[in-house]
């Protein structure tokens, strides 16, 4: 019902009244937008309306991270709410500060579209900018929107702060040290899936009525996931420190081996011990394919990833938000799953690429 109802309202608003962006121009465009953004961290001097933002933390490091999202390419209209993307544009952005171990506090956002996106759409999709960035306690500050010869871009850049000793990189795994995962993997690879497959059958029939209930979880992590901002707390709660960490966007796989090569070790990974929601194992069973595969090489959890040493175990075991789930090598032993078998399969790097060549 999810992706009918969403149809049906884009084209109810082909016959609604249109607001030209060229009415508004660039900056009258951003004040509009913008309106609603309140300041809500100290750290903020200067937001919006001025040709850069002023921030201070303090003589705390600042970390800053962007991510450009493509329609066509990362994300589909057909079936993301323009709402959801906004929302979703913010987290992929969050989950890279989180994955240093540090604190998210602002974002500037800039934008690209076509003349065919009217001013109403735009606003759906800051509504979901706004939303995230209220939730996630974080000052909107700036960016830029210009025109696109064909849809809609997003870049967000996300600004955060740690005290040195805080951060956390990915070189700094050591052999013997545990690798732990937060949350579950897959439900936003099967989330795609789903919503990919309902859009042939729309496709086929317009009239077609999914039940789409059973898949609810899954399309939410695909179309509305959430960054992990909760682990730095709870991890410094358990008095733990990662040795490296990376959010998990590529693919389980993928985000191992960076770690692995940043790091200069191996690693074995247990596939009996990998996190599946039982929606997950459900869902794979029903598309016939391996849960294992899939979260390994879904991408798209913004889950956390990270090392710690053996000694902080006891700290962690009894957490449901954290799985151990492998422990680091010597590099010269390779990088590999464990099958539940115990036979030794090569980890390899099938996550996302943004450059994989296209079918012709």
């Known amino acids: ?38 300041i809500q961290q100290k750290t903020t001097l200067r ?23 493509i329609e066509g390419v990362h994300f589909d209209l057909s079936y993301m709410p323009l709402k959801h993307l906004g929302y979703k544009a913010v987290m992929v952005n969050l989950s890279d500060i989180y994955a240093m171990n540090a604190t998210a506090s602002q974002i500037t956002v800039s934008i690209a579209v076509s ?7 735009l606003e759906e999709l800051y509504v979901g900018i706004e939303t995230a960035a209220k939730f996630y306690e974080i000052d909107v500050v700036g960016g830029d929107t210009t025109s ?21 990189y ?3 795994a050591k052999e013997g040290d545990l690798l732990v995962v937060t949350g579950d993997l897959g439900a936003a690879y099967l989330g795609f899936q789903i919503l ?5 059958v729309f496709k086929a029939n317009p009239n077609s009525q999914p039940d789409l209930t059973p898949y609810s979880y899954l399309i939410e992590r695909q179309l509305k996931p959430e960054s992990r901002n909760d682990i730095s707390g709870l991890l410094d709660a358990l008095e733990v420190k990662p040795t490296s960490m990376i959010d998990i966007s590529d693919g389980l796989s993928s985000e191992i081996m960076h770690i692995c090569k940043a790091s200069g070790v191996g690693v074995n990974l247990y596939e009996d011990k990998l996190p599946l929601d039982p929606t997950v194992i459900a869902t794979c069973e029903e598309f016939d394919i391996s849960g294992t595969t899939v979260a390994l090489n879904g991408g798209e959890d913004y889950e956390l990833l990270f090392t710690i040493k053996q000694e902080d175990f006891p700290k962690i075991k009894a957490n449901p938000n ?23 399969i090569a980890l390899q790097a099938q996550g996302w690429n943004s450059f994989t060549k296209e079918e012709d």
Do not use: W
């Not at 465009?29 to 913008?34: C, D, N």
């Not at 696109?148 to 870049?155: E, R």
């Not at 151990?324 to 099958?339: A, D, F, P, S, Y």
């Open 1 to 38: 019902m999810i992706i009918c109802a969403y149809f049906s309202k884009m084209l109810a608003n082909k016959n609604e009244k249109r607001s030209e962006l060229s009415q508004l121009g660039e900056f009258g465009l951003i004040e509009h937008l913008t309106k609603n953004f309140k």
């Open 170 to 172: 990915r070189d700094g």
């Open 322 to 344: 954290l799985s151990v789930i492998g422990h680091m090598t010597e590099q010269k032993e390779g990088m590999h799953l464990i099958t539940r078998a115990n036979t030794k």
């Open 47 to 69: 937001g919006i309306g001025d040709d850069a933002a002023v921030l201070n933390f303090d003589n705390e490091p600042c970390v800053v991270t962007t991510d450009l999202l």
């Open 196 to 200: 990919e497959r309902e859009r042939q």
């Open 148 to 168: 696109s010869t064909k849809g809609m871009l997003i870049s967000i850049t996300a600004i955060g702060h740690a005290p040195k000793e805080t951060l956390v």
């Open 115 to 121: 003349n065919r996106f009217p001013k109403e759409a």
